[in-house]
């Protein structure tokens, strides 16, 4: 019968933690989900398909023509077209 061999890194030494931070930055990944109501677009800054814990995000609502940008809704609730957001796991 084949045995499972189990490695679980020890985070609390807290040795080298460039190392243990470039680990849980690959593995810990979150995407972003826009959902446009109207005609326009979002940008994102940085523009990436998916984000570590932790990063802050521009994100700018551009209304096309004969369109406006009147709020934002869900994680981000106002009206200014660019918001920053803290990517987190609380969704």
Do not use: C
């Amino acid at each position: 019968m084949p045995k499972i061999v189990e490695a679980v890194p020890n985070f609390s030494e807290g040795r080298r933690p460039e190392i243990i931070k470039a680990i849980t930055d690959h593995v810990y990944q979150y995407f972003l989900s826009i959902n446009i109501e109207g005609n326009g677009e979002v940008t994102k800054n940085p523009d990436q398909n998916t984000f570590t814990y932790g990063t802050v995000v521009e994100l700018t609502a551009n209304a096309d023509s004969g369109w406006s940008f009147s709020h934002w809704s869900g994680d981000l609730n106002n009206t200014n077209s660019t918001e920053n957001i803290f990517i987190n796991n609380t969704g």
